[in-house]
T-cell receptor, first 112, second 111 residues
């Protein structure tokens, strides 16, 4: 069974804090993605990676950054969180084009 | 410019009847089409996919139809069950590995 781990599930923090959202997968997938979803809205791609040391920005501009030092790990960092960053962040991975995306459970971020 | 549109934000169906969810896209280069189901505060779960070389794919109660000339796909759920109540997203993708999600349709199956 394919599994993607995202931690934390819920995070409430104050403005100006630095945060890192963790995402790990055990399937050896090369392709990993970060999506952002506000309630009732579509999922927006904010970052993706084709493999180690490869990261690209997605269709939606984001102040977050990502890194891909290991195949299985794709963390997302916000250097200084703001209320506008309040959203659900979803991590996903896949092995090949045309194959389904496997999603984690998401991180619900609230910035006060 | 939205490349993927799900024009029905919500749909209510009686238990046991058919649910039909629609999706339109603009980019003719999309080769693969995925459908996902999502509950609030959870990650999407994969339902069914279809390749552009097919016009129909079936998996149990779920069938996806693709009309490439019309750039339209639909998901049929028969029979609908209360547990199917969720938000459904279509997600076309192509050779750039990026999947683009629609705005979703909230399905409510009434018991």
């Amino acid at each position: 069974e394919a599994v993607i781990y995202q931690t934390p599930r819920y995070l409430v923090i104050g403005t100006g804090k630095k945060i890192t959202l963790e995402c790990s997968q055990t399937m050896g997938h090369d392709k990993m993605y970060w999506y952002q979803q506000d309630p009732g809205m579509e999922l927006h791609l904010i970052h993706y990676s084709y493999g180690v040391n490869s990261t690209e920005k997605g269709d939606l501009s984001s102040e977050s950054t990502v890194s891909r030092i290991r195949t299985e790990h794709f963390p997302l960092t916000l250097e200084s969180a703001r209320p506008s960053h309040t959203s659900q962040y979803l991590c996903a991975s896949t092995s090949e084009v045309g194959e389904k995306l496997f999603f984690g459970s998401g991180t619900q971020l609230s910035v006060l | 410019d939205q490349q993927v549109k799900q024009n029905s934000p919500s749909l209510s169906v009686q238990e046991g009847r058919i649910s039909i969810l629609n999706c339109d896209y603009t980019n003719s280069m999309f080769d693969y089409f995925l459908w996902y189901k999502k509950y609030p505060a959870e990650g999407p779960t994969f339902l069914i996919s279809i390749s552009s070389i097919k016009d129909k794919n079936e998996d149990g109660r779920f069938t996806v139809f693709l009309n490439k000339s019309a750039k339209h796909l639909s998901l049929h759920i028969v029979p609908s069950q209360p547990g199917d109540s969720a938000v459904y997203f279509c997600a076309p993708g192509g050779g750039t590995y990026k999947y683009i999600f629609g705005t979703g349709t909230r399905l409510k199956v009434l018991a």
